[in-house]
């Protein structure tokens, strides 16, 4: 395994979304490998390079399916830089991505400014939920 097939895998299985909590902004990556050993494989490749993962299941219309989650900051930088050269369908999402870890920098240590930043990082969301071509726009805003 190298980073062009993990940048195949994602373009064709992955997703990048930005999720709000009470103090922070959490972005995930998830891949979904519903073949065990695949999904093993890219788990070992990962944590072979620092980037550890959860693997999570849940029930669909056909039966299960199974993914791979990069639930830090890091572990998401990391995965973006090493996978952006090869990708083609989800290049966009990893620049929004990267937009979005420029803005995270930039606050990280001020609170107040975390807060007055929302709607740029809510508007990164947006931008990655049109990208996702999964109907409706959203309509809720973070702020």
């Not at 093993?40 to 999570?56: K, P, Q, V």
């Not at 029930?59 to 090493?82: D, V, Y």
């Not at 090869?86 to 606050?107: C, G, N, S």
């Amino acid at each position: 395994m190298d980073w062009s097939y993990v940048a195949g895998l994602f373009d064709g299985e992955g997703s990048i979304s930005f999720t709000k909590t009470k103090a922070t902004v959490v972005l995930r990556i998830n891949i979904s490998a519903s073949y065990e050993p695949t999904r093993e494989a890219l788990r070992s490749f990962l944590a072979s390079r620092g980037i550890s993962t959860g693997s999570y299941t849940s029930k669909n219309p056909h039966g299960q399916s199974h993914w791979l989650s990069i639930h830090t900051w890091e572990g998401c930088r990391k995965f973006c830089h090493a996978v952006y050269p090869y990708l083609i369908e989800k290049k966009r999402h990893v620049e929004i991505a990267f937009r979005a870890f420029q803005l995270r920098t930039k606050i990280a240590t001020n609170d107040e400014m975390f807060f007055s930043h929302m709607a740029e990082f809510d508007a990164l969301r947006h931008e990655l939920h049109a990208l996702a071509n999964k109907g409706k726009p959203l309509t809720v805003k973070w702020v």
